[in-house]
């Protein structure tokens, strides 16, 4: 599976956007962009997936660089409910079916009021 | 939509005694399931993959017959912790993967920790 390279840590203010880096250089061409979330204490949720356009939804949204060697989660307006770990993760397509989820390290994101 | 429950949310047992921690899907039919595990300030790691009527598929270096796996509907997957120990004592996530026309998503569990003693 290809991998993830994430910063350990970043801090953001409270209702300040954020912007989650997240570099992929080995992606493949079907390998799916997916966020999730861990909360302190849970079990992780599920934020955001792409391929190649970028995406929005209620909690974010995902903007993938044209190469796709890299992506960027978006929180449009970060509140102190959005401090956890958060995930980039690369899933394989094939066949019909998805590869598994491999959880990296991740980034733990800090939000001060 | 898309919820998934696990019960207990936390359990202490004394070490050699069975545990079995259940996965719900609650609002989705799920023809699998996963299970995971979690370290104090470690990721996730994946331990086994359960499919509804089949034996689960274990990761490298998790013992089968230690962590037996039942997925004997399509909203229920168990994990029976067995002859437990100290060393056994972590945050047990499951997940449930939702199948659409166009894509699959896991929905976690809010997760067990159990600690042996």
């Known amino acids: 599976d290809a991998k993830t390279t994430q910063p350990n840590s970043m801090e953001s203010n409270e209702e300040e956007p954020v912007h989650l880096p997240c570099n992929h250089s080995?992606?493949?061409?079907?390998?799916?962009i997916h966020w999730y979330r861990q909360l302190p204490s849970q079990g992780p949720e599920y934020v955001i997936h792409g391929l190649t356009s970028n995406v929005n939804n209620r909690m974010a949204s995902l903007a993938i660089a044209e190469d796709r060697k890299s992506s960027t989660l978006i929180l449009h307006r970060a509140t102190l409910r959005d401090a956890a770990v958060y995930y980039c993760?690369?899933?394989?397509?094939?066949?019909?079916?998805?590869?598994?989820?491999?959880f990296g390290k991740g980034t733990k994101l800090s939000v001060k009021p | 939509g898309a919820v998934v429950s696990q019960h207990p949310s936390r359990v202490i047992c004394k070490s050699g005694t069975s545990v079995k921690i259940e996965c719900r899907s609650l609002?989705?039919?799920?023809?699998?399931m996963f299970w995971y595990r979690q370290f104090p300030k470690q990721s996730l790691m994946l331990m086994a993959t359960?499919?509804?009527?089949?034996?689960?598929?274990?990761e490298q270096g998790v013992e089968k017959d230690k962590f037996l796996i039942n997925h004997a509907s399509l909203t229920l997957s168990t994990l029976t912790v067995t002859s437990a120990h100290p060393e056994d004592s972590s945050f047990y996530i499951c997940?449930?993967?939702?199948?659409?026309?166009?894509?699959?998503?896991?929905?976690f569990g809010p997760g067990t920790r159990l600690l042996v003693l």
């Open positions: 609002d989705f039919q799920a023809t699998t």
């Open positions: 997940s449930a993967e939702l199948r659409t026309s166009r894509f699959e998503t896991q929905y």
């Open positions: 080995t992606i493949s061409g079907t390998d799916y």
């Open positions: 993760i690369l899933r394989h397509y094939y066949g019909g079916s998805q590869g598994n989820l491999i």
């Open positions: 359960s499919n509804e009527g089949s034996k689960a598929t274990y």
